[in-house]
T-cell receptor, first 114, second 112 residues
């Protein structure tokens, strides 16, 4: 398996623009997580899905953030409108219940909002 | 109660030395304690994990020590190598939950 695939790897956008980050989890995994990593706050869990259903979105910072998982092989994290403080590395991770809580992370998307 | 506290924030060790990173938790419902390793530009990757039914787990040069009564666990890297230079995260999860709570990370530098 190719692992968790995220796109794009890097994104530079202007403040106020819409940004969409994409994730393809590992086939067969039934959990998908979106994390944000910054120097100040470390790894923060934003939202996670089980079988395509959002389970816990308490980490989503504001209404400007939204996430969807239309099917088992695809998820998006959208920021609209983007702000400079959203600049961070966003990771997608997936896991499967029978594997315990081991999460497999993608390479991340480095977002810069100018 | 959902936090995992990690220390130190950064660590410099000489090649061949022992690196020790510590974590503490409050939630006694946690029953899975992994350590993740992250290299620059990469996502975190599972390094080693332990469950509370054992006090120690060793995989090569990496050992987790677990103290259930103190609610602490630590990562020991024996014979540290420059290639071990990375950021290390401890984490914890509750039985039946896939959600991991991560520590704040330790940046390890192993000097040649």
């Amino acid at each position: 398996d190719a692992g968790v695939i995220q796109s794009p790897r890097h994104e530079v956008t202007e403040m106020g623009q819409e940004v969409t980050l994409r994730c393809k989890p590992i086939s067969g995994h039934d959990y998908l997580f979106w994390y944000r990593q910054t120097m100040m706050r470390g790894l923060e869990l934003l939202i996670y899905f089980n079988n395509n259903v959002p389970i816990d979105d308490s980490g989503m910072p504001e209404d400007r953030f939204s996430a969807k998982m239309p099917n088992a092989s695809f998820s998006t994290l959208k920021i609209q409108p983007s702000e400079p403080r959203d600049s961070a590395v966003y990771f997608c991770a997936s896991s499967f219940l029978q594997g315990g809580a081991e999460a497999f992370f993608g390479q991340g998307t480095r977002l810069t909002v100018v | 109660q959902q936090q995992v506290k990690q220390s130190p924030q950064s660590l410099i060790v000489q090649k061949g030395g022992i690196s020790i990173i510590n974590c503490a938790y409050e939630n006694t419902a946690f029953d899975y304690f992994p350590w993740y390793q992250q290299f620059p530009g990469k996502g975190p990757a599972l390094l080693i994990a332990i469950r509370p039914d054992v006090s120690e787990k060793k995989e090569g040069r990496f050992t987790i020590s677990f103290n259930k009564s103190a609610k602490q666990f630590s990562l020991h890297i024996m014979d540290s190598q420059p290639g071990d230079s990375a950021t290390y995260f401890c984490a914890a999860s509750r039985a039946g939950f896939q959600k991991l709570v991560f520590g704040t990370g330790t940046r390890l530098l192993v000097s040649p």
